[in-house]
């Protein structure tokens, strides 16, 4: 039943070694474990009449009443911009994000960004995540960084995919344009990956103290000459997602993405510092190509996969006539 625009469900537990919070969490797949604890510390679980706060409580048998308050409006505002939409269901979202958006609200960047566009785009149809009405965003692209991108609408779906992502269950390959090209043409970049101690807004490969980073790279083409490679097209294909994870390894091996503002110390050739002119990038040389992952409600097997927009698609015109 429903009261007002919340909803008041009932589950029967026969009793359980579990935790309360667990046993209804599994007798409510779409709700998380966190939500039933959350809603626990409002008050909104009771059995025969008594609240259930205690969130250590062991599950014992009866009827348990949660009462799932309507989800609240999230604080970011909706916005009205163009997304490139690649696959949508009742449970997620898929699309092709542009270089130039982040991915959601920080300081300085408060407007504009994908949560944003979420929000207007799907309406009524985000159930709430943690009981607000926003896109659960599972994974990030840096705010310059073109490509394909996943958002859960429902928090079943949240956690689901948040599950994939933490067991590197997910297949994401990025293309990069760079300086130079990494040395041997294919290999696997694994190192430890943290805050820079000269510079915080910076991440760098440490010796120690920092979280395990593994990419797999292929050198796809070179620029240049045999006597002098300019630039290199790089697949990479990530085995974890550490913040900046692929711009750093690129740079740590000696080629950095062109035109990264913040990992490509220094200059490129003149023919390849023209050649960045005439495309018209601005930003880091880097695109999520594909993604593929198991649908985490129907179990579907989807791949997506997108060219470099334009920018990088005329860099690498104009690299292959160096």
């Known amino acids: 039943m429903t009261v007002g625009e919340g909803e008041v469900r009932t589950v029967e537990l026969t009793g359980s070694t579990a935790r309360l919070d667990r046993a209804l969490a599994d007798a409510l ?8 604890q959350a809603l626990m510390g ?14 250590s409580a062991k599950a014992v048998a009866g009827i348990y009443r949660i009462a ?27 699309i092709d994000k542009a270089a130039g958006m982040s991915a959601h609200p920080a300081p300085g960047s408060q407007e504009g960004t994908l949560v944003n566009a979420l929000i207007h785009h799907c309406g009524e149809s985000l159930s709430g995540i943690g009981g607000v009405a926003r896109p659960g965003i599972v994974h990030r692209l840096d705010k310059n960084t073109s490509g394909v991108m996943v958002a859960a609408k429902t928090d079943a779906a949240h956690r689901g995919l948040s599950a994939l992502f933490a067991a590197h269950d997910i297949d994401r390959v990025y293309i990069a344009l760079t300086r130079g090209a990494p040395s041997p043409a294919a290999g696997t970049i694994n190192t430890q990956l943290g805050r820079s ?12 103290g920092g979280r395990d980073a593994v990419t797999h790279y292929t ?14 097209r790089v697949s990479c294909r990530l085995e974890t ?7 750093v390894h690129l740079a740590h091996k000696g080629a950095p993405c062109l035109g990264d503002p913040t990992y490509g110390s220094g200059p490129a050739a003149p023919a390849v510092r023209e050649a960045i002119v005439a495309s018209g990038l601005q930003r880091q040389a880097l695109h999520a190509a594909v993604l593929g992952f198991r649908h985490p409600i129907s179990g579907e097997a989807l791949h997506f996969e997108t060219g470099p927009p334009r920018d990088m698609s005329d860099l690498q015109q104009a690299l292959e006539n160096l």
């Open 29 to 36: 797949p779409d709700l998380s474990r966190s939500r039933v």
């Open 68 to 94: 799932i308050p309507a989800p609240r409006p999230a604080d970011p505002r909706a916005e009205e911009i163009d997304l490139t939409i690649l696959y949508e269901d009742p449970h997620l979202i898929v």
């Open 197 to 208: 101690s000269t510079d915080r807004k910076k991440m760098a490969v440490l010796r120690q």
């Open 219 to 232: 050198v796809a083409k070179l620029f240049g000459s045999s006597a002098r490679v300019l630039a290199a």
């Open 241 to 247: 997602g550490r913040t900046h994870q692929i711009r």
């Open 42 to 55: 409002e008050g909104a679980v009771s059995r025969e009449g008594e609240a259930m706060t205690d969130l």
